[in-house]
């Protein structure tokens, strides 16, 4: 779709995984097969949901990785699923004008892969983070910019995310491939689509 401008969110979620299939490897979760999406985290055995969407709400990019993996690694990738196509036919759209993401995003390396596309950061500072670079003084160099305004409309990714878990395939995994788990994201997120040009109520 032809959108003069739109800024994307990007948000985690972590889904318990519901014991269907082959049981996942209790005790030695090295053993886990990788496709399998599935981690052990403070919850105990989960998967993460990585969520981008444009400033409505509608998905862009999904991915689903095991729920003790860290979310700012998975930046980059979830960006590079962003492919907006255009009505009017020419090249699809990939780089939104800003992005909004958690403190869970950020990162040098997130900011300076934005800033190599040209996209707006709009990501707070950690804490220990700020921290850091204050005590190096000078040499810590300034703060990142940060537009508090325009991350009060972050909460359409955690909206879309609410919208998806009305599906129960998505609220609760009973995947054992994280394949599967991830393509009832992307049927519920076409159905959000699917509203957008009337095909739906």
Same mark, same amino acid.
């Given at each position: 779709?032809?959108?003069?401008?739109?800024?994307?969110?990007?948000?985690?979620?972590?889904?318990?995984?519901?014991?269907?299939?082959?049981?996942?490897?209790?005790?030695?979760?090295?053993?886990?097969?990788?496709?399998?999406?599935?981690?052990?985290?403070?919850?105990?055995?989960?998967?993460?949901?990585?969520?981008?969407?444009?400033?409505?709400?509608?998905?862009?990019?999904?991915?689903?990785?095991?729920?003790?993996?860290?979310?700012?690694?998975?930046?980059?990738?979830?960006?590079?699923?962003?492919? /907006?196509? $255009?009505?009017?036919?020419?090249?699809h759209r990939t !780089?939104? @004008?800003?992005? %909004?993401? #958690? =403190?869970?995003?950020?990162?040098?390396?997130?900011?300076?892969?934005?800033?190599?596309?040209?996209?707006?950061?709009?990501?707070?500072?950690?804490?220990?983070?700020?921290?850091?670079?204050?005590?190096?003084?000078?040499?810590?160099?300034?703060?990142?910019?940060?537009?508090?305004?325009?991350?009060?409309?972050?909460?359409? /990714?955690? $909206?879309?995310?609410?919208k998806a878990k009305?599906? !129960?395939? @998505?609220?609760? %995994?009973? #995947? =054992?491939?994280?394949?599967?788990?991830?393509?009832?994201?992307?049927?519920?997120?076409?159905?959000?689509?699917?509203?957008?040009?009337?095909?739906?109520?």
């Open positions: 779709m032809s959108i003069p401008q739109w800024s994307g969110s990007i948000s985690t979620v972590r889904t318990p995984p519901a014991t269907q299939g082959d049981l996942p490897n209790y005790t030695n979760l090295r053993d886990e097969p990788a496709d399998h999406g599935i981690g052990r985290s403070r919850g105990g055995l989960t998967s993460k949901a990585h969520l981008a969407c444009d400033g409505h709400g509608r998905p862009l990019s999904v991915l689903v990785g095991p729920g003790q993996a860290g979310d700012s690694p998975m930046f980059a990738h979830v960006l590079e699923g962003i492919c /907006v196509p $255009r009505l009017a036919g020419g090249a !780089r939104p @004008v800003e992005v %909004r993401a #958690d =403190k869970a995003y950020s990162s040098r390396a997130n900011r300076e892969l934005l800033r190599s596309k040209g996209i707006k950061a709009v990501i707070p500072e950690k804490t220990d983070q700020a921290a850091n670079r204050v005590n190096k003084g000078r040499a810590g160099g300034r703060p990142p910019n940060f537009d508090p305004e325009s991350y009060k409309g972050r909460n359409v /990714v955690e $909206r879309a995310f609410n009305q599906w !129960r395939a @998505v609220a609760t %995994r009973y #995947d =054992k491939l994280a394949l599967t788990y991830r393509a009832g994201f992307l049927l519920a997120g076409i159905v959000e689509w699917l509203k957008l040009l009337g095909d739906m109520p």
